[in-house]
């Protein structure tokens, strides 16, 4: 910046201040500018060939998440160690006619039980065909090839099984694939070419979105090119650290980053254009215009992106291994993707200069320039909202909480626990399988529970599980290593509630039986999961809020305005969460998964202060220029504009994730976007405000930003600073 720029009206200079002029002067200078870029043309080019690669290191195998001391766990290492070959997973081939099989249906069977010997799609000998009492269904149980490291491997296994299973049947027979492999293989497939779907579909909303909001045929595209390049770069850094320092990458966290890098980032950009725009208008040099843009944003934006990754990286102390590899990949989403709207956006619009704003070019004004920052000026929407505010603080804030507290009796609807049929948005195969083995043979035969003890105790094992109810029969295999392997055959669907009731009775069978007993299986599975995360929900609950709070602290200086932020966004996260069911059971979907509760919480609290840090950092900055009451006031009405797009921006984004034929994807858009309008438009812009009018100047304690307020401030007059924007 040249030393004959104007002083931007604010507080006094400070660290914050000069590092981020420093900043700003680089991304902005007339020279550094083309460093800046060629910087992130080199980092594009790289990120971008290596972002294409992500789906390779997914992992996509739930066993592969869970904690390493879970009993199902240790089970599978006992299994790999003395019983199956190791990277093996079984499907079941199921068969049916609803008039009854035919000598021809079952003479196909047994052809395909050698064909699939023969031509090495199964691993081993194939398990016996097993036909059910009414003779209208038969099963083969196929030990598949699978691999950690290459989804395409089982994914393969699972097609070749198919063909194999299908090609020559008998015209009316049905055949399909079910079991863990055929689960497994279901959601490798929805999740296969998702990325560039749901960076289609992210891109095109957002697009849209900004068109709308700038009203320019040029300069939407701006900021959605810097979004979707560092969308680029962030993917490319994942994928390194997947590839290389181990980071777990599961469908799940590769489609968050997607559509969390592409909402926060519009987020930010929309935040920084503002404030250019009205720059313009003070500083006839646009590069001027630009470096006191990004020095006043920067601090908010650098807040923000610290909060959201500081707290997501909490989830690197959660236990099963899918929470823990989500942290690094968001926390590194964000702050790439802060980068990228901090030096490459400001970079790309300063070198195109202001034609970019066509037709509505913001032309320089002296007035502007040598304007008072307390001048007021237009009357505005959201000064009438500011207005409304102000007369009655209390009865607004009072109201705001009943709605969420209504909201909140939504929490009593939540039903946790999915069974594989309620997962998918569409009819798969493994769904449709499991559906025809219900129908003719105990609903747990496609999953046995895997239940392994040592020889010495195999026979109390065998006795006490057939004292357990809920256990259909239990079928005895030794291995030469001193171990027994029991097949355990549930009355109950492997990935039903009961189930799981059922495998902790046999847990609590074997307590006292000898010969270190483990219960695995894909009802251990699903039991061991909602444990892990009902762990993880008390450890990681209380310290995201300790990481938010510290980061209010730090921010804002002050102890009772964090600590009513925090309670502000626990409070709107229960009320999203208790709209957010209401409207699940209303789509007929009202089974969550538990993990569910833990993704929103964390997103919610972090994103949902977002708001809230635009909102107070500006009203600390007007309050020490116009005392507390206008300074609140004046803030909330020159922010309410780009904030409302911001929150709806993102609210947009999220709700994208329901072109994943999931339901947990569905529903996890659902939650965030419901939570996103409710902190835009209820917590930031009534309560907030609200409250802090209410409270008075203390809510900045033990700060004084007031005290440097002028004696006799002017009255709030439901308008705004033309300059005001975060």
């Known amino acids: ?181 055929g689960d497994i293989a279901d959601f490798i497939d929805v999740y296969s070419g998702m990325d560039g779907a749901l960076l289609g579909a992210t891109l095109g909303l957002v697009a849209l979105l900004l068109l709308v909001t700038y009203r320019s045929p040029v300069l939407w595209l701006v900021p959605l090119l810097a979004v979707a390049l560092g969308s680029q770069v962030a993917s490319g850094v994942v994928y390194l650290l997947a590839k290389y320092a181990g980071l777990v990458v599961d469908g799940q966290s590769a489609y968050v980053l997607i559509v969390l890098v592409m909402g926060v980032g519009t987020d930010y950009a929309l935040l920084l254009v503002a404030r250019y725009r009205e720059e313009l208008r003070r500083h006839a040099d646009r590069h001027e215009a630009m470096a006191y843009a990004v020095a006043r944003c920067l601090p908010a934006l650098a807040a923000s992106a610290a909060t959201v990754a500081l707290a997501t990286l909490c989830l690197v102390f959660g236990s099963m291994n899918s929470t823990r590899g989500l942290g690094p990949v968001v926390a590194v989403g964000v702050v790439v993707v802060f980068l990228a709207m901090t030096s490459l956006l400001p970079t790309l619009l300063v070198v195109l200069g202001r034609w970019v704003f066509w037709p509505f070019v913001p032309r320089h004004e002296p007035d502007a ?14 000064g009438r909202v500011a207005g409304l505010v102000g007369r009655r603080p209390r009865a607004v804030w009072l109201a705001a909480v009943a709605v969420l507290a209504a909201l909140l009796l939504g929490l009593f609807g939540v039903r946790t626990g999915q069974t594989q049929a309620e997962m998918f948005t569409k009819d798969v195969d493994s769904v449709a399988g499991q559906r025809l083995l219900s129908a003719h043979f105990p609903a ?45 055959v549930l ?79 626990v409070l709107s996260y229960g ?4 709209a957010a ?85 569905l529903q996890q858009g659902l939650l965030v976007a419901v939570g996103v309008l409710l902190d835009t438009f209820l917590v930031r812009s009534l309560l907030i405000p609200a409250l802090s009018l209410d409270l008075g100047p203390r809510v900045w304690r033990p700060g004084r930003p007031e005290a440097d307020a002028p004696s006799a401030p002017p009255r709030f007059t439901e308008t705004a600073p033309e300059h005001a924007h975060h």
């Open 575 to 578: 009320s999203a969460v208790g």
């Open 491 to 569: 009355d109950a669907a492997p990935d039903s509630g009961t189930a799981r009731h059922t495998v902790e009775r046999i847990r609590d069978a074997l307590r006292g039986v000898p010969g270190d007993p483990v219960v695995g299986g894909q009802s251990a599975v699903a039991l061991d999961t909602s444990n892990a995360q009902g762990d993880e929900e008390a450890l990681l609950i209380p310290l995201i809020l300790v990481v938010v709070l510290l980061m209010l602290v730090a921010l804002l200086r002050a102890l009772v305005a964090p600590v009513m932020l925090l309670l502000s966004v």
């Open 581 to 665: 069911v209401l409207l699940f059971h209303a789509l007929g979907y009202p089974h969550i998964d538990r993990g569910l509760l833990l993704f929103g919480f964390l997103f919610l609290v972090a994103l949902g202060v977002d708001y809230t840090i635009f909102l107070m950092t500006r009203a600390k900055e007007e309050v020490a220029l116009r005392g507390h009451r206008e300074g609140v006031l004046t803030a909330l009405t020159v922010t309410g504009g780009v904030i409302t797009s911001a929150g709806l921006v993102l609210a947009a984004t999220f709700s994208v994730l329901a072109v994943v034929p999931t339901v947990g994807a």
């Open 369 to 382: 320039a040598a304007g008072s920052a307390r001048e007021p000026v237009r009357r505005s929407a959201w």
């Open 444 to 488: 747990g035969s496609s999953a046995p529970a895997d239940v392994y003890v040592r020889d010495t105790g195999a026979a109390a094992a065998k006795a006490s599980l057939d004292q357990v109810h809920g256990v259909n029969e239990a079928t005895v295999e030794r291995s030469s290593q001193g171990w027994t392997h029991l097949a355990v």
């Open 1 to 181: 910046m040249s030393s004959h720029s104007p002083a931007l009206p604010g507080p006094p200079e400070g660290p914050t201040r000069r590092v981020a002029a420093r900043y700003a002067a680089v991304v902005a200078g007339r020279r550094s500018k083309w460093a800046v870029l060629a910087l992130w043309v080199l980092l594009i080019a790289v990120g971008g060939s290596l972002a294409a690669k992500l789906g390779e290191v997914q992992d996509n195998d739930p066993q592969t998440w869970l904690p390493a001391d879970a009993q199902s766990t240790r089970a599978i290492d006992v299994a790999e160690r003395h019983f199956a070959e190791k990277d093996t997973s079984t499907a079941v081939v199921v068969y049916a006619r609803d008039t009854g099989l035919t000598d021809a249906d079952l003479a196909k069977v047994e052809a395909d039980r050698g064909a699939l010997r023969a031509n090495g799609v199964a691993v081993g000998d194939t398990g016996p065909a097993v036909l059910s009492d009414d003779r209208k269904a038969v099963y083969v149980s196929v030990s598949l090839r699978t691999d950690t490291s290459d989804n395409t491997v089982l994914g393969d296994s699972v097609d070749d099984l198919r063909e194999t299973a299908r090609h020559g049947a008998p015209p009316g027979l049905e055949v399909r694939i079910t079991g863990e492999a």
